[in-house]
Structure formats: C-alpha cells, structure tokens
C-alpha cells in the first residue's frame, strides 16, 4: 500500500461506524498463494499483492479489470460478483454479471506469477445483443517495484511490459497481446490535497507525454480469442532472473495452463494435500489453506495480511511473532499427529527457523521478517537494548521452547536444536522470579505489563514439556550461546526443568482469586491483583494437562501431577472464563478479548468479539475434558460439550466464521469482521480442537447429540 492509496481510503472513509481511514482490507475476498506471493482478490475482483513481508516484492498495489466496447467501458467491481475457491485449491472463481455479458474468471498465484483467465458469454439471460468479437478486456494495473511509486519506469515489448525501479521488476503480460497500452502518472498533488478521492484509472492526457513511461501504471486493452483472454503478471529479482527468462515463464505459463482444469491441478499443488479421511471436514481443508498462504518459504508466518502497513491504528501484522507463530506450530504438530496430514516438512522448517533466531541470551526477539528472520520493527526488544525486561515478552520464549521439546521428541532431525533448548532453558530460568512466577513484562495482547497468568501458564509448559522431552540434554550444548555460562545449569536438565515446572506450578496460588472463582489476569508491577477476566488466561488448561503428563500414567500419584484441589480450580477458571467473556448480539456470538478491552472499538460500546479468544475457549474446555475423562470425573462430557459449542462460533456457518472459510481477528456486533482476515492463529487452533476432540473425545459425542 502506497501512502497515496492511505490518503484516498482515508478520504472515502473517515466517519464510517466500523471502517477505519487509511487502510487495505481484506475482510471480504479471498487469497491465491502458498509459495511465498500473496494476492487478495478482492470480492468485486480487484487485485493486491499482500506478500511482501514473505518475498520482499510489492508487486500489484492498485487493480481493476473491466469489459470494453470500443470506448466504453464497464468496470467489473462495479457489477454483481459472486466468487469462491475452486474445490481444495486456492484457485478463485469470480464470476461479474454485465449488461453485455457474464464474465467468469480464474485467479491462482504460482510463485511469483499470477495468472487471471477470463471468460465472456453473451448467452440470452438478459444481456444487450452485442457481438463478442466487439469486446475486451481492458487491465488497470499499478506496480510499486522495490515499494516505491516514484522513480519507476517501464519497458515495452510485444507480448510484456516491464515495470522496474532498481532490484525488482515487475511484468505484465497477455496471451492475447495488447490491443492498446498506454501509461498513466500517480495522483497528482492537487488530486491528494482535494477533500474528495481520485477516480483510477484517468482519461489519457496527450499532454503529459512522460506518464507513458515514467510510472508504476499500465492501463492495456486486451483482446479476447473464441471468448477467452488471460493476463499474467510476474514479480522478479533482476539479479536472479532475466528479462528473457521472464517473459519465457509467462509465455509457458500460459501454454501450459489454458484451461481451468489446467489452472486447478497448479493451484493444488501449493498447499498441502488432505487426506481423504478428513477431507469432509471443510475447516481442515480451510485451516490448512489459510496458514500455507500466510508462510514464507522459510517456514515462518506472518501473523495475517498487513491491512495497515502504516501503523494507523494498529503495529501492523505482517510480520513474525514467536508466541503466535510457535503456538501455530504446536498446534499444528498435535494436529498432525493426530490426523495424519503429513506435515513433516513444516514442522521441520519451523524448528530450523527457531534454532537460526534464537538470540545469544536464550530468548526469541519481539519480530521478525518471515523471509529471513531478520529482526523486523517492534516495541518489545528489551533484551536486545539491554533495558528492564518491563519491554520483553517472556510468553515468546515460552512457546517456543514447548513447540522445539516437542518436535525433538517427535522426531525432528534439527542442527542445533539441543543446543537452543538448552540456551532456552537458561534464558528462561534468568526470567524467572524467586517466587516461581515470571518477571514484570509485556503481555500477550501487547498493551500491558505485569506478571501475568498467561506467562506463568507458557513457562510452566515450557517446563513441563523440557521435562517430558529433554532427555540427554547437555549443559556444554549451550556451545555458542555467548551470553549463557553451561556452569551455571544443573547436570540433569530434565529433572531441573521438572523442578522449575513445579515451582511455577505451586507459585499459581498466588493469582487465585477465590472471590471470582478464577485466576487473576496479572499482578501490576506495583503488585495489586488486576483479577478482570481475560482469554489469554485459558492457556491454564493446556499447560496443566503438559504438567500432568509428568507422573506418567498414574493420574492419582506421582510427583508432578495436578492435584484435585487445582483440578476443582481449573475448572472453575475455565467455567468463569468463558460464561464473563461470552457476547452475543443479534449477528454473532463469541467470547471477547478481556474485560474492558477497548481497542478498535470505533463507535461500539461494548468490547468487541475475537476469534482468537472463541477459539481458545473451545480449547481450553477441550484440554480440560481430557484431565478430567482421564480420572473418569463426570464433569468432562459438559466439558467437551463447551468446547463444541464454542468451535461452532468459528466453524464453517458460524457467525463468527466468514462465508469465505476465513476467520478475521475481531467482529463488530454488527456482524462486520474488522482488522487481520484471515488471522493465521485462531485458524491453527480451531485445527487442533477439532482433532483433539475427534481423537481424544470421541465418546462423548453421541451423548451430546442425545441431549441436543
């Protein structure tokens, strides 16, 4: 997005009750990726590339397509459109209806290539009597090579026009040639400075002879042959690819796919097969769509697209978060297992990404870019500029530790994952208080700091799972860690994360909060108990059930298993949770984020409801079912009971799942999604709760249907 795209947003919005000026939603329309290009075709067709964050190219800032008639031009973002995926795949169908004609295109992204087919028919159902031969498409695409929108120039061939500003180059190309090509200048400044927005693409100006060539936009008039015309655009790395080898690809990409079957059978190829035995299961084959398009080639993910790159009202998503990404890979790890979806290879990638980033003291930095790992723009460096770790977030590391204990037992073949285990271990022991709770730091949500339940709850898996796993782990394998001394560790690693697991796991009791019948969101750095409710609290269940797998398989006895008095509170917890967090209105239902959340709240009085919080819930309530159906306690069928009944908010056809099979971060009460669609997190989450339940579970479900 380009600040000139900001500013037009921001003039066609500012007062909207649920949009928010200055950015690029994608909460309606559907991605084409999963090899590291992202594009959003939007629901009334218009192209954008969200993939920077993942390959390091802008590519398509600014899109439309319509259907021509000698001068005369229908834009097809201005007609009724009806769209979908194409089966499993991420190939989009987007069909417009016009006056003239039906228009049914294609779109799939392949690599760095994208390819949009489209199809006209007069037929009779109701179009005017035109000639097909008389039509064409006519492209309105603005390129920003290397992000920018100035010093760009363009070159022209017969079958491609190249558009370049230093490293990356943009082409565009049709496989019906161009009829008319012609170039056009970025708003103008009067343009910006006028209170109303600028209509794109402009009439040519004869007078402005230097927009034909100096700018990022193209507007071409593409020929139709026997109803059919296909436009391609390809981003490359100039030093890494040819201008020939360029043109050769787009020119076998349209000979190779000139048919949807074609299109269909490429486009399946970029994200995971499903096997058949859960292919019915329409989240799975979503949940599985959703976090390929969001991965770079590395293994690492952004947290969503980047609606506001800007920071107008957020810190921006597109980049990697080790708390999000790391629970997205525990999640998937479990579900994998479970479901057999032959995930090997992610797994792997993760675990090698973890192990590269891994900071000299133990720790995992606040973000960093998918592509390479790179530190990325953030608020949470504190250990990077040795300050307090009042600016750290503690739960990173956590998580991390709890996704590498359990890869490595899993079987993950990783250099140097000991290594960072151990430098983990004594990172997280240095953040670790006297009393068994973690330091003051930042929270989960980022807009806090305090000692908080859901850090307690990550160390303690962390822990727990070290325990579990890590065994043969070495002191000395802190090798390179220059920060960390290997004599300050304990030879047994395993029985010292034990200890420490319980320690955390004693240390709990100082959050209790019996008046409410919960866990205290956190103590403030000044050491009052802010007891409001919060989702992240849920995390509780799951990390108990890994501190519970400690004593093996005596859930009565045996050190380190969770006694009936926390069993009694958990419950509790979870119960007060969910019923203080749930919201509904008359379009959605779902639990909120925590009590008195008021971000991006625009003109609603109440706190909004996340997808992320909903589907937490239904995890947690599934993490505790298991603790209980393994001492046979009665209360574990109204447990799983809770927990479907949450997943099915962010199923498909619950109101907090869109009809595309996204889940955005947040719903006004309205029904509007707002802010990251889709958001990677809740859609690995509801993944592992539908596998825990249908493999864990399973003999609860016919007594729910029953009482239904």
């Known amino acids: 997005m380009q600040l000139r795209d900001a500013l037009d947003d921001y003039k066609r919005n500012t007062g909207h009750a649920t949009r928010f000026p200055g950015e690029r939603r994608t909460v309606t329309g559907r991605f084409s990726g999963g090899e590291g290009r992202l594009v959003h075709v939007d629901a009334d067709g218009e192209l954008r590339d969200f993939g920077y964050p993942l390959t390091g190219q802008t590519g398509l800032v600014r899109s439309r397509i319509g259907l021509a008639i000698g001068d005369e031009v229908i834009w097809l973002d201005e007609t009724p459109t009806e769209q979908r995926y194409v089966g499993d795949t991420t190939l989009i169908e987007t069909v417009h209806?016009?006056?003239?004609?039906?228009?049914?295109?294609?779109?799939?992204?392949?690599?760095?290539?994208?390819?949009?087919?489209?199809?006209?028919?007069?037929?009779?159902?109701?179009?005017?009597?035109?000639?097909?031969?008389?039509?064409?498409?006519?492209?309105y695409a603005r390129f920003a090579p290397d992000g920018r929108d100035d010093r760009v120039g363009q070159l022209r061939y017969?079958?491609?026009?190249?558009?370049?500003?230093a490293d990356e180059t943009d082409f565009l190309a049709s496989d019906t040639g161009f009829a008319d090509l012609r170039g056009q200048l970025p708003a103008t400044f009067p343009e910006l400075l006028d209170d109303a927005p600028t209509d794109l693409p402009r009439d040519r100006d004869g007078d402005r002879y230097e927009e034909e060539r100096l700018s990022g936009e193209v507007i071409a008039d593409v020929p139709f042959e026997d109803g059919v015309a296909t436009v391609g655009t390809l981003l490359i790395d100039r030093e890494e690819t040819t201008r020939e080898a360029a043109r050769d690809r787009l020119a076998e990409l349209f000979a190779e796919l000139d048919d949807r079957d074609a299109l269909a059978a490429a486009a399946s190829e970029t994200t995971p097969s499903v096997p058949e035995s859960v292919r019915a299961r329409e989240s799975v084959v979503a949940d599985l769509r959703v976090l390929s398009l969001?991965?770079?080639?590395?293994?690492?993910?952004?947290?969503?697209?980047?609606?506001?790159?800007?920071?107008?009202?957020?810190?921006?998503?597109?980049?990697?978060w080790f708390r999000d990404d790391a629970e997205i890979s525990t999640f998937l790890l479990g579900a994998d297992d479970r479901l057999g979806l032959g995930l090997d290879d992610w797994h792997v990638r993760s675990a090698e990404m973890y192990v590269a980033t891994q900071r000299p003291d133990g720790s995992w930095p606040h973000r960093v870019w998918p592509r390479s790992g790179a530190l990325a723009p953030g608020w949470a460096n504190a250990r990077i500029e040795d300050g307090p770790d009042v600016d750290y977030q503690a739960d990173q590391t956590g998580s991390v530790i709890a996704y590498l204990a359990q890869a490595r037992a899993a079987g993950a073949d990783v250099e140097g994952l000991d290594e960072t285990l151990v430098a983990a271990l004594a990172g997280l022991d240095e953040?670790?208080?006297?009393?068994?709770?973690?330091?003051v730091c930042q929270n989960a949500w980022e807009d806090s700091a305090g000692r908080f339940a859901h850090t307690a709850?990550?160390?303690?898996?962390?822990?727990?799972e070290l325990a579990l796993h890590g065994d043969a782990l070495d002191a000395d394998a802190i090798g390179s860690r220059g920060d960390l001394d290997p004599a300050a560790l304990p030879d047994d690693l395993a029985a010292h994360a034990r200890d420490q697991a319980a320690r955390v796991y004693d240390a709990l009791d100082d959050l209790w909060v019996p008046e409410r019948g919960c866990y205290a969101l956190r103590e403030t750095p000044d050491g009052a108990i802010d007891d409001r409710l919060d989702s992240s609290t849920l995390s509780l269940a799951s990390a108990h059930r890994s501190f519970d797998a400690l004593g093996g398989d005596e859930p009565e006895g045996g050190d380190g298993v969770v006694d009936a008095e926390r069993l009694d509170r958990l419950v509790s917890h979870v119960e007060t949770v969910v019923d203080g967090l749930a919201h509904e209105s008359d379009e959605i239902e779902g639990l909120v984020r925590y009590e008195g959340d008021g971000w991006r709240r625009a003109g609603q009085r109440s706190e909004k409801v996340w997808t992320v919080s909903t589907?937490?819930?239904?995890?947690?309530?599934?993490?505790?079912?298991?603790?209980?159906?393994?001492?046979?306690?009665?209360?574990?069928?109204?447990?799983?009971?809770?927990?479907?009944?949450?997943?099915?908010?962010v199923s498909p056809g619950g109101t907090l799942c869109e009809p595309t099979s996204y889940l955005p971060e947040q719903f006004f009460d309205d029904g509007t999604p707002d802010s990251a669609t889709p958001l990677g997190w809740p859609h690995a989450i509801r993944l592992a709760t539908v596998a825990l339940l249908d493999d864990e579970l399973p003999q609860f479900a016919d007594r729910i249907a029953a009482d239904d």
Do not use: Q
């Open 294 to 320: 969001l991965s770079a080639e590395s293994g690492l993910r952004i947290a969503g697209p980047d609606f506001d790159p800007f920071y107008a009202t957020s810190g921006g998503y597109g980049y990697t």
């Open 615 to 649: 589907a937490w819930g239904a995890n947690a309530c599934a993490e505790l079912a298991v603790l209980l159906a393994d001492r046979d306690d009665p209360r574990a069928a109204e447990m799983t009971e809770r927990a479907r009944e949450l997943l099915a908010h």
């Open 97 to 139: 209806e016009t006056d003239w004609a039906t228009v049914t295109r294609h779109d799939v992204t392949l690599g760095g290539a994208h390819l949009t087919r489209a199809k006209v028919d007069v037929g009779d159902d109701g179009h005017a009597n035109v000639d097909p031969a008389d039509l064409s498409l006519v492209v």
């Open 158 to 165: 017969d079958d491609a026009i190249e558009v370049y500003h």
């Open 431 to 439: 953040t670790l208080e006297a009393d068994g709770r973690p330091v």
């Open 457 to 464: 709850a990550t160390f303690l898996e962390a822990y727990s």
